[in-house]
């Protein structure tokens, strides 16, 4: 393996692609969508103490959707692409091995993809100037956003080795990512409210007059007395409540998910995340805590009211899962390069029909 041959290959890929008008073009897009983005997001959070965590978090979020959205039309087609236009045989036939094309298209669709974060820098410094963001939420953020970045390069251009048509494989690359960002979320949806449990709810009131609750003789007024109210027959009702807390992991993958559950959570005073990573991040282990099956109401009684966990409480109670999510999107893109390695090599033994070499 060699550094410079490896780094030639990536120079060569990324002068195509700044030579083309359609670059800047996309990166001016992208800019001004971050400027509408982070307006809006100074008018929603204008309300708040701090709002800088709450900008800081909208904007990388929209970074990684678009992200997201580019990264597989500038991937997808990376290797196939030059085996179409007739240039990838003359690299072949070099003291280039196969793993450094490949690794060297890696790099250049990652740095590619990086620099449209590059262009949200500017605007996540405005948030940050906003006030309240924390050190430990910029470092973690941003490291998630590059290493997502890497692997939606790596998987385009793993599919444009596997593919022999480029819009194949960069239609694959979008069908990838939409299984890893929206497929996941409509499985969690479908699967956990497959999988159900019966609920028993017990309910009893009081009966009611013209004056109010009707009471035991005796007594006149028992607005605040519940034990001396005349009450009907318990009623019990059942229904099936999904459980989400068995397959709340196929969230795991998510890289949004993976995202606001690597990044550290705080709360402000009134125990609420400071931004959006932290209420996705407690939505998303909320799944985890088991439904109440059983529920009693009495009306007539001195029952306790039900209480629900805090944020900070839903944390405590249960477990992160990004670092599983993140290793199942590593072992995927890592799993579809070296199968593009063996499909790019040569001599090739077999190719599709149709397939152009030189």
Request: aromatic share 10%; net charge negative.
């Amino acid at each position: 393996m060699s550094f410079s041959r490896l780094w030639t290959i990536s120079r060569l890929e990324l002068l195509q692609r700044v030579r083309t008008v359609s670059w800047y073009v996309l990166l001016g897009v992208f800019a001004l969508l971050l400027v509408g983005v982070t307006g809006l997001a100074f008018l929603s959070f204008s309300g708040m103490d701090e709002r800088g965590p709450g900008i800081y978090s909208t904007v990388v979020y929209i970074t990684l959707l678009l992200v997201l959205l580019v990264s597989p039309t500038l991937s997808g087609n990376s290797i196939n692409g030059d085996r179409d236009a007739a240039t990838l045989a003359p690299v072949q036939v070099t003291l280039a091995t196969t793993g450094e094309i490949l690794l060297g298209k890696f790099l250049a669709a990652w740095i590619t993809g990086l620099a449209f974060a590059l262009v949200a820098v500017p605007f996540l410094a405005i948030a940050t100037l906003a006030g309240g963001v924390r050190p430990a939420t910029v470092v973690i953020s941003l490291a998630v956003l590059v290493v997502e970045t890497g692997v939606i390069a790596a998987i385009g251009v793993a599919l444009s080795g596997l593919l022999a048509r480029p819009l194949f494989s960069v239609a694959t690359t979008y069908l990838v990512v939409a299984a890893l960002a929206i497929g996941t979320v409509i499985g969690f949806g479908l699967v956990g409210s497959s999988i159900t449990s019966e609920t028993t709810e017990r309910y009893r009131s009081a009966v009611y007059g013209d004056n109010g609750p009707e009471c035991i003789e005796g007594v006149v007024n028992c607005w605040d007395e519940p034990e001396s109210m005349i009450c009907e027959d318990w009623t019990t009702y059942t229904s099936r409540t999904g459980r989400y807390d068995f397959v709340w992991w196929m969230l795991a993958a998510n890289p949004f998910v993976i995202l606001a559950d690597a990044t550290p959570t705080h709360f402000d005073r009134y125990g609420n995340p400071e931004d959006m990573f932290g209420y996705l991040k407690i939505s998303v282990r909320q799944t985890q805590i088991p439904p109440q099956l059983e529920r009693t109401y009495d009306e007539c009684g001195t029952a306790a009211e039900p209480t629900y966990p805090t944020p900070e409480e839903v944390l405590a109670q249960t477990v992160p899962s990004w670092f599983v999510g993140l290793g199942v999107q590593v072992l995927l893109a890592a799993g579809l390069m070296v199968w593009a390695y063996g499909r790019t090599r040569t001599p090739a033994r077999t190719l599709a029909r149709g397939t152009r070499i030189a």
